[in-house]
């Protein structure tokens, strides 16, 4: 019990193996048993262990109060649980919708500027971009504001080899392959070829990118619309990724 309470739970699990292979129990044995069983898997957040361990003590002791209560409050833990995972899969849900309906909104062409590309973005994810960019002294500005101090950023030229820097390998492929494409590739021909970010939180400013099309995103390199796209001078960031 004191290994569990101190949040040693492999180090709990170890010292009761041995008792897993034991075939004979004094009735008090096995109570005492199934109670660390129920503790330790409760802590761990197997909540079905832990309800099997706690009906075994009571199958033992009908009147126990306690494994009663434990009972009911684990009754109560899983369903908060599962009300806050279909909560937070209708969000997840919802977000990608409105991200959808977004992307449908937004007809890219090779022509599109940089601020349309943009336009489309929550400030959360405005706010990650600036965080990716190393941009600071921004966060407190409108949206509009904060879009269009990103724009001025990303159309510094002398800021673009910093920018690809932070680029892997793969990265640096996918932008090459969209730049040769003429700045202008099919959604569904990008993610087949590389990833898309679509399971991926667009609050960038929670939680920063981590596939190709993510991370290049996030640095201004490439947009979604219908289309996904490059939203700089193909000819100037080809002239960088040469270097």
């Known amino acids: ?39 330790l898997a409760i802590a761990k957040q197997e909540y079905d262990m832990a309800e099997h361990s706690l009906q075994a003590i009571l199958e033992l002791d009908p009147d126990d109060t306690t494994i009663q ?52 973005l929550l400030k959360d994810t405005l706010v990650g971009m600036t965080h990716a960019l190393g941009i600071t002294g921004i966060s407190g500005q409108r949206k509009a504001e904060m879009r269009d101090h990103i724009v001025a950023w990303l159309r510094d030229p002398a800021l673009l080899p910093d920018i690809l820097r932070d680029l892997t390998a793969e990265e640096r492929a996918a932008l090459r392959y969209v730049l040769d494409a003429g700045g202008l590739v099919p959604w569904d021909e990008f993610s087949q070829r590389y990833d898309d970010d679509w399971e991926e939180s667009q609050s960038w400013n929670h939680h920063q990118p981590e596939t190709v099309m993510g991370r290049l995103r996030v640095r201004g390199l490439l947009v979604e619309g219908l289309m996904a796209a490059s939203t700089r001078s193909s000819r100037r960031v080809a002239a960088a990724l040469s270097k």
């Open 69 to 120: 209560a434990q009972l009911a409050r684990l009754s109560l833990i899983t369903r908060l649980s599962s009300g806050f995972s279909s909560f937070f899969d209708r969000y997840r849900d919802q977000a990608r919708q409105r991200r959808g309906y977004r992307r449908a909104r937004t007809v890219l062409t090779p022509d599109s500027t940089l601020t349309e590309g943009l336009a489309q």
């Open 1 to 39: 019990m004191l290994l569990i309470d101190e949040g040693q739970l492999e180090e709990a699990h170890e010292l009761l193996r041995p008792l897993t292979t034991r075939t004979r129990f004094l009735r008090h044995e096995m109570i005492y048993y199934m109670r660390t069983q129920a503790r």
